[in-house]
Every structure is written in C-alpha cells, then in structure tokens.
C-alpha cells in the first residue's frame, strides 16, 4: 500500500514539475489564459460588490425610512399595500379599526422591537394666489383690530396695507400692456375696463387714506375685485403618511428632520417632505437657478449649448413678478440698494434689477447664484410654507364628506438614501389625529345621524334607466301647486342641528399613547430585532393579530415598496444577467484559448503518450495546468478587484449623475464596499468556471495519440 | 288637377307637423323661463341634498339657500350633519368663495366648484340666467315621457364664466317648466343629466306675482354613471334679508 502510495505522490509531482515546466514555457499562452481569469475576476469583484452595496444601500433607504422589516394590513383590502403608490394610484385598504389591538397582539410575538401605525394618502393644500395671501394677513390684522381695539400704533398692519397697495400697483402695470391692446369696442373690454378702474381705486391714496373707515368693506372689495385680477395660485397636493410621530422616528432612522424640529411627542403636526417642499413651495426663480447649477456643476451641461437652461434663464429673466409682488416698499428699497452694489449698476427700476440678476450666462452663473442667495433672498420668503406656518389640508374623506384640518408645520424631512426619488422624496409625515380626521372613517354615531337625515327628508333614489319612466310616464301635465312662503329661522336649525362648527384649534391638544393608538390605521409596520428572520415571523404576527380578532396581512418590506419594490427587483435582475453575461463570455474565451493551446502541443503530448503516459496524467496535466493558471491569475485579479475598489471607496466613490443614479446608489455618491463572502463566492465562480472551460480541451489532448502526433507536421 | 286634388285632402287630414321655433320664439322661451324663476327681492330657501358616488359612502346635507337677484349675489349656509354645520359659500362679483369655520378660511372657487362635493353646481340653485349666460336654438319638439317637449340647444356666450358650454333643455309646452336638461363640455361629450319632475311657485310680494322654483332636481352623472345627486327644495321664506349677509363676516358669523 505504501509502494503504490509513494509511487503516486511521485506521479504528482512529475505532473505539477511538467505542468509548471509547461506554463512557464509558454508564457505568452500562460499570460493571455490567465490575463483573461484575472479580467473575469477584476470584473466579478467588482461588479458584486456594486451590486451588493446598490442592495444593501436601498434595502436600509426602504427599511430605514418607511418600510420596516414587515408590514401589516387588513387581510380584507382589495389592493395589495403599495407605501410608495402603485401603477394605479394609492391603493386602498380596508382600516385596521383598532390599532391598539393590533399592536398589542403584534409585541407578544418573539422578535418584535416596535410596531408603528400608518396611514398613507394625499390630499390637497390650498396656495391661493398671492393677493388673496396677503389680504389674508390683513383680514388677521382687521379682525384683530376689532376684536381688541386698535392699538395707538400698528406697524404691522400699516406694514400689510402698504404691501398690498404695492402689489395692486405692479398688478396695474402688467396689466397696463393688456389694455393698450385690448380691442375697445369688444364686450370683454367692458369687463376689462372695469376691473381697470378697480385696480386704479386700488392703487389710489385715497382708497387706502379710508380703508380703516370701513375695513371689512375695503378688504371685500380687494378680495373680489382686485385679487381675482392676479391669476396664480391654487392648490399643491401633497402625500403624507399619518403616524405617531415618536414611534416613527424610533423606528426610522432614515427619516431625518432637515430644518426645524421633530413633532413633539402627543401632539399634532407635519413634517413636510423636502423635496416635496422644493419642487412645489418653493420660489419659482430660486428652483431654476438651483436646477441650472446643478445641471452645469453634476451634469456638465453649459448654458450656452443647451436649450432647457436657456429656457430657464429666459423664465427667470422675464418673470420677476413673484419676486416684485414679495417685497413691500421697506423691502423694495434696501433690494435696490444691495442689487445696485452687488451688480455695480445705478439701474434704481426694481423689476430691472431683479431681471438683470437672473440673466445668467456660463461665464457669470456662479457669481449670480451668490448674489441672489447672499443679497436677494434674505429679503424674500423663499418656500411658500416656512417652518412655524401653518397649513390647511384638505381631503376627500372615507365618509363622503371633504375634511379640512389646519395643521402646524413643524419642519422638513428627508429620507435618508431616497431624498431624490420623485416617490419617495416627495412623502410627508403627519401625525396620525390629524390624519384620522382627514380620513374621515364613518363611525357608527355619524352613519345614524346620516340615517336620520335620509329618513326626515323622505327621500327616494331613482336608477338612471328608469328615471325618465318613473318622473314623466305619468301622464297629466306635472302640478302646479303653489306654496305659501314660510319662515326659516338658520339660527333655529343651526341650534337644533347640534353644532354651529366653530373653529376648534386642534393643534392646541395633547395626545397620551394611549388615545394615540386607540383609533383607525391602514397598515402597521413592524421592527424586528433581528431583519434576518422576516420570513419566519411573518406567519407567526398574523396568528397573534388573529388570536387578537384582526385579520391581517402581512408582507415583506420589499413587497410593501410598490413601484419602488418592483424597480428595485428588476435592477437586482439586471445586474445578476450582467455578471451572468460576464461569467458566459469568460467561459467561452477561456475555452477557446485552452483548445487552442492544446492543439498548439498535439506533438508534445502524443510523444508523452508515445513514451507510456496514460490518458488520465494527460487530462491530469492540462486539468492542474488551468487550475494553476486559474489560481494564480484569479487571486491577482481578486487583489487587482479588491484595489480598485478600494481607490474607488478613497475618491468618494461613483459620482450620481442624475435621479435614477441618485435612487440606485442611496445617496449622492456609490461606495463600493467588499463582502467576504461574496468576494470567496466570485473567485469560486470565476476557478469553476476555469475548470469547466478546461474540461474540452483536456478531453481533446486525452484522445491524442502517437500515431496523430507522429503525422503532425506542426513543429 | 286631380293629383292637386288629392295633395290637398291629404294635407288637410294629416296630422298638424310640429311648426319650428323662429330664433325669436326660441330667445323668447329661454326668457321666460328666466323670467319665471326670477324674483326681484331676496329670497332664502331650505334645501336638502343626497349624494351617491360609487363605492363611497351618501353624503347628506341640509342648506339654506340665500340669494338677492338683483346684485347677483348667493350664500349657501351648511346646517347639517353637525361636522358640516357652518360651512358654505359666498357669491360676490363674479367670485366664488368657500369657507370651513373649522379651520376659519376662505377659499377662492371656480364655476366647476361641485358643491358640498356633490353633482350639485352653484347655477342650480342661484337665479336663472340662462338668457345672458347663452344664446339659444331649437332643435324641435318631441316627447319625454308623456309630455310634449321643445328641445333647445344653448351655447355659451364669448367671457362667460358657466359650468358647462353647452346645454340642451326640454321644455313642457304647455307649462313652460325645464323638465330635463343635458350638460355637455366643450367637446361636446355629454357630462350631466338632470331632471326637474315638480315645479312650485310662491308669490312673491316684491315681485308682485309669482316665483316659479322647481322643487325636486335629479343629477345623474355621465363620466362615472354610477353618481347621482338628489335635490329637494323644502320651504321658501321671501322676507328681505340682512343687508350685510352677502358678507364673509356674516357667514364667519354663523359659526361663532
């Protein structure tokens, strides 16, 4: 036994001496085989831990920002949950009626660190146009006064009255090139001429020298003759999910309060999402100029070749008025003075000031933006909604009815990785009484009440198809009875009713956690200790909410990420057929570059094989040839992946260029980070790969025999 | 000589064909039913209103309807259900605004405005103006149901702020009463249905005769066809109104 042992470790080593003598004879072969193993490895390392940071990077966005690890909803909604919106628009769910119930079935089971309600909708917020803002404040001023008496000096409200007699002058002079060309003999010219003279009474000294004589009748006049004049405004919409705000932030790192404050603890408010913020709220000409460095500073594009920031320049050159309409006359004067220093002009026109500023070109975009954020915008009020504001959400209800709610804002909130996808960057958290007040679930008093007014009215619904038979089949011509006239006395049925809907200044309560889990959600998201056992959980949290008497659903984050999830499964798939395409090529070029090595040595192995070597040492020999060569080369080319990956990570990684690449990358920038495993996988994949490409022409060179080899002319 | 014989019988004992409108016939129906609706002193009016939209819950008011003809000016004042007491619209030059005492702001709306979020427009309960709001033509004279009907196309006048561009009415001829009306956008795809099967009149003292209002309108919506809305007049008070009523701070009022 020993004999034969010793004889094959002698064996071996002949076969790795031949082997080796072989290499490093043909070194231009050895070098090309392994120059591609090393290039196959380089790609694989390279390209998983891309792939694997992408995933890593946008599971902790999804998970860390609104996702969870699970999420449940009630197991009778049609829709499947869809956080970020699905193709169709929200989805709608049936409510989860008691989430305090829910949420106590869900800590018993083993694993579970928290559970947040959640409510995801969109609603409506109401801008109205710059005027009927402004007058909005003086109305306050009016209302103030009245209900006070007027203090001997108001410097606010004669501030507010000065501001808006500029505006109305401005308003006359963009509507001043309107009339000249207005066709006098016209009907709409009569309109016009009108709604001229109310903008000249307004514009007048002594409109403004009687205002305070009849002040509610003076602002009713601007509010309907003078405002409807200016035709901006109207409404945003905006998409918020309803929470308890402090269970939210324990559970959502990735939600990060960017300007002002998180909502207080029992109490209502709304964080506006940021980038919602910036592409709605925001001033138009201060969102251009943005948009215009960040296409020349990340995109590289120029202004000079590029059509979209000319068109951008040219909106902002030409509408000033946004800017104008802001600035009262304190304000009006110390712009002038800063933008004539700034700018180095004596120009003292306001409108041509500003025009100037935003006419940008390449060469003086840079000094321009400084100017406008150093200079101009202290002066101006650049989001239309600011930190302290509050702001009136309105929503079609799950009653039929449109709630309106006034809720605090109490800052901006970025989600961390995802601050720039259109989806998700665009989410706002509300707390979640404001939310269930806009959700408007139809409690059982409220369908009574409902109940009762049907039924005193006596009324009788009639089907489309049968209505023309059921109202005019009759016959005789319908009656005419006549009807004494009668009293109706609204403070009666206004009392009788039940309520006279005075404005109740919700955001003033305070909510213990109790009252704050007692109610309405529409789907619960749920942290575990350990992300790793999603699966296993699962089952186990829809057992415990059933035990509880809720029928829920439960599904993973990804699932719960709608369009997000589905993109993010598609990239996932883009990137596997990439590596699969890149191992598919290797394989092949290997192969063909073995084959061609072998038939380059037929004379060389047919001698071998003339001089008693048996077909297994030949297969043996090329087999531990490759397999050398794969070694070698491949564990260059994983140091060669590991550096460059390295040097990627030092240089800030891999710039994004545009949204999708931000998205893709979680961030700014892609880091690639290295995985141990995944790194041990790649280099396993790429030898395997050697080896399978090796195995043809390793049965090539074992068929040689010294008859071929004899007959070759080769060599 | 003979055939001329047999022409003649034969238009003698045919049936007599429905005589087209002249556009001045047409002008003047569409006046009259102005004319019959109109009042020329204030005028208030208890209403209630059902809604059914798909796969939402009814939704149920009762309003008062307040209007002075005369300057163009409309209130509507929520009562009930209690959430929606103290709501409700103001009407001034051309204007319309919403107000929500409960979160105590005004909010500028359009013509379109769907009120109370229901098919229910403001021209269908303010003042009849259809003769200066569009011009008129008859199409002919048929049958709905078992009343014989004019049908009229009106066509919305050139600056005129109107729910829909193009209406077309049905008209009993013996009473003179908008039985059924079809709504159509500016394309001409057809949006609304409405039927006004009972008519009152109350007498109106600042009139000096009477006011014609219907009692009962029904709304049936033509994109999502399963919506309907239910209107019923309930009473009618003619007394003048507060002068200041046409104001926000009287609507702001009702809800302090």
Redesign the interface.
């Known amino acids: 036994m020993s004999g034969s042992s010793s004889s094959r470790v002698h064996q071996g080593r002949i076969l790795v001496e031949i082997a080796m003598r072989n290499l490093v004879a043909s070194r231009v072969r050895t070098t090309v085989v392994g120059g591609i193993v090393a290039l196959g490895v380089v790609v694989v390392v390279l390209g998983s831990s891309l792939l694997d940071s992408i995933d890593a990077g946008m599971t902790r966005s999804i998970q860390g920002s609104l996702g969870g690890h699970i999420q449940l909803y009630n197991a009778a909604s049609r829709d499947p949950l869809a956080l970020y919106g699905g193709t169709m628009g929200e989805s709608v769910l049936e409510p989860i009626s008691d989430f305090a119930r829910l949420k106590g079935a869900v800590l018993t089971v083993p694993g579970v660190r928290l559970v947040v309600p959640m409510g995801i909708d969109q609603a409506m917020v109401?801008m109205?146009?710059v005027f009927?803002v402004a007058l909005?404040r003086l109305?306050a001023d009016v209302r103030r006064r009245m209900a006070n008496g007027p203090p001997a000096e108001d410097p606010e409200y004669e501030a507010h009255k000065a501001h808006l007699r500029r505006m109305a002058t401005l308003l006359q002079q963009e509507l001043r090139q309107a009339r000249e060309i207005a066709d006098e003999t016209s009907?709409?010219y009569k309109?016009r001429k009108a709604d001229f003279d109310a903008l000249a009474r307004a514009v007048e000294g002594g409109f403004w020298e009687h205002f305070d004589e009849d002040p509610?009748a003076s602002?009713?006049f601007l509010?309907?003759?003078v405002?409807?004049l200016s035709m901006d405004?109207g409404f945003t919409f905006i998409r918020y999910v309803g929470t308890d705000p402090e269970a939210f932030q324990k559970a959502f790192p990735g939600a990060q309060v960017v300007e002002g404050a998180p909502i207080p603890p029992g109490q209502r408010g709304v964080l506006l999402g940021k980038l919602y913020a910036e592409e709605w709220l925001k001033l138009r000409a201060a969102r251009r100029l943005d948009k215009i460095r960040e296409a020349r500073d990340l995109h590289g594009r120029r202004i000079a070749k590029d059509e979209e920031l000319q068109r951008w320049v040219k909106e902002n050159t030409g509408q000033t008025r946004d800017i104008l309409l802001q600035l009262d006359p304190v304000r009006t004067r110390e712009a002038v003075r800063r933008l004539q220093a700034a700018l180095g002009t004596k120009e003292s026109d306001p409108a041509r000031l500003v025009s100037a500023l935003l006419d940008t070109d390449d060469r003086n975009f840079d000094a321009r933006y400084r100017i406008f954020y150093a200079e101009l915008a202290p002066l101006l009020q650049l989001y239309s909604v600011k930190v302290g504001d509050f702001i009136?959400i309105k929503a079609?209800s799950?009653?039929?009815?449109?709630s309106?709610?006034?809720v605090p804002v109490y800052g901006f909130v970025e989600f961390r990785g995802l601050e720039r996808s259109a989806l998700a960057g665009m989410m706002s958290v509300l707390d979640i009484h404001t939310w269930r007040d806009l959700y408007g679930y139809?409690t059982p008093e409220?369908?009574a009440?409902?109940a009762r007014?049907?039924e005193r009215?006596g009324?009788t619904?009639?089907a489309?198809e049968e209505?023309?038979?059921a109202?005019?089949?009759?016959?005789?011509?319908?009656?005419?009875?006549?009807?004494?006239?009668?009293?109706?006395d609204?403070?009666r049925?206004?009392a009788a009713?039940?309520?006279?809907?005075?404005?109740?200044d919700l955001f003033l309560r305070r909510y213990g956690q109790a009252e704050t889990d007692a109610g309405v959600a529409l789907n619960a998201a749920v942290i575990l200790e350990d992300p790793r056992r999603i699966e296993e959980t699962m089952p186990l949290l829809v057992e415990a909410a059933a035990k509880a008497g809720v029928r829920v659903k439960a599904v993973t984050w990804l699932e719960a990420s709608g369009i997000v999830g589905q993109s993010m499964k598609l990239l996932r798939m883009v990137l596997y057929l990439a590596v699969l395409i890149i191992f598919a090529v290797a394989l092949v070029i290997i192969n063909n570059a073995m084959v061609m090595a072998t038939l380059q040595r037929v004379k060389e192995i047919g001698t071998m094989r003339a001089i008693g070597a048996q077909r297994r040492f030949v297969l043996s020999l090329v087999l531990v040839e490759v397999v050398t060569t794969g070694l070698v080369f491949g564990g260059l080319g994983a140091a060669a992946g590991i550096a460059i990956v390295r040097v990627i990570g030092w240089t800030g990684g891999i710039a994004a260029t545009n949204d999708t690449m931000y998205f893709l990358f979680s961030g700014p920038a892609l880091i690639p980070r290295l995985g141990a495993a995944s790194l041990a996988t790649s280099v396993a994949i790429v030898f395997l790969v050697s080896i399978l490409s090796a195995l043809y022409p390793a049965l090539l060179a074992m068929r040689v025999t010294p008859l071929e080899a004899m007959q070759s002319d080769d060599g | 000589m003979r055939n001329a014989s047999f022409l003649a019988l034969f238009l003698l004992l045919a049936p007599a064909a429905a005589a087209p409108l002249d556009p001045e016939a047409t002008d003047q129906l569409v006046r009259t039913i102005d004319e019959r609706e109109r009042n020329s002193g204030d005028w208030?009016?208890?209403v209630?209103m059902?809604?059914?939209?798909k796969d939402?819950?009814?939704?149920?008011?009762?309003l008062?309807v307040y209007r002075r003809d005369k300057e163009q000016k409309l209130v509507f004042?929520?009562?009930?259900?209690?959430?929606?007491?103290?709501?409700g619209y103001l009407r001034?030059?051309?204007?319309l605004w919403f107000y929500?005492?409960?979160?105590?702001?005004?909010?500028?709306r359009t013509e379109r405005e769907r009120i109370?979020?229901t098919d229910t427009r403001r021209g269908d309960l303010d003042e009849s103006r259809l003769s200066e709001e569009y011009t008129a033509k008859w199409e002919g004279d048929e049958k709905?149901?078992?009343?014989e009907v004019h049908r009229v196309l009106l066509t919305a006048r050139?600056?005129v702020d109107v729910a829909f561009p193009s209406v077309r009415l049905w008209v009993?001829q013996?009473?003179g009463?908008v039985?059924?009306k079809q709504e159509m956008a500016l394309s001409g795809r057809l949006m609304r249905?409405s039927?006004y099967?009972?008519?009152?009149?109350?007498?109106?003292e600042s009139k000096k005769g009477?006011v014609?209002y219907a009692e009962e309108m029904?709304f049936?919506d033509e994109v999502e066809?399963a919506n309907?809305t239910?209107v019923?007049v309930?009473?009618?008070?003619?007394?003048p109104l507060d002068p200041n009523l046409f104001?926000?701070?009287w609507l702001e009022s009702?809800?302090?």
């Open positions: 109401s109205g146009n009927d909005e109305r009907g709409v309109d509610l602002l009713e509010e309907n003759r405002a409807p405004g009136t079609p799950r009653s039929g009815y449109v309106s709610v006034n139809l409220r369908a009440e409902i007014l049907k009215a009324a619904m009639v489309r209505a023309e038979a109202l005019f089949g009759g016959g005789d011509a319908p009656p005419a009875p006549s009807s004494a006239p009668q009293v109706i609204e403070n049925l206004l009713g039940g309520g006279k809907g005075a404005r109740e | 208030k009016a208890l209630y059902e809604a059914k939209e939402k819950t009814d939704v149920v008011y009762d008062v004042l929520f009562l009930e259900p209690k959430t929606e007491a103290g709501k001034i030059d051309k204007n929500d005492p409960r979160v105590g702001r005004w909010e500028r109370g979020g709905l149901g078992k009343f050139t600056g009993d013996a009473t009463n039985l059924k249905t039927y099967p009972r008519w009152k009149k109350v007498r109106s009477d014609w029904r049936y066809k309907q239910l019923l309930k009473s009618i008070d003619l007394r104001t926000k701070a009702k809800s302090r």
